[in-house]
């Protein structure tokens, strides 16, 4: 994962409205995971809501924020909202 791209996709993205589109190589620099990990998280029926329009898949930046915000590390079970 080149660092350049990685800080280029972090910047669009924060800089975006909410209602804007990304593909798959944007939201995996977001999420600090691999576009195999999307993929599956899609075949299993999980992960960040998406769009597919034609082929292609598309993630909307408030579907994103919405999933890392419930998705947050825990550092241990006492910080754990009920």
Not at 4 to 33: E, G
Not at 34 to 60: F, Q
Request: glycine share 4%; aromatic share 8%; hydrophobic share 30%.
């Amino acid at each position: 994962m080149n660092n350049n791209d990685r800080n280029r996709s972090l910047s669009d993205f924060d800089n975006a409205p909410v209602t804007t589109l990304f593909n798959q190589n944007t939201i995996a620099h977001v999420r600090d995971c691999s576009t195999a990990t999307l993929e599956r998280d899609r075949w299993a029926g999980g992960g960040i809501p998406y769009l597919k329009i034609n082929r292609a898949v598309k993630y909307k930046k408030l579907d994103v924020l919405t999933w890392l915000d419930q998705h947050q590390t825990q550092n241990s079970t006492s910080e754990k909202q009920v």
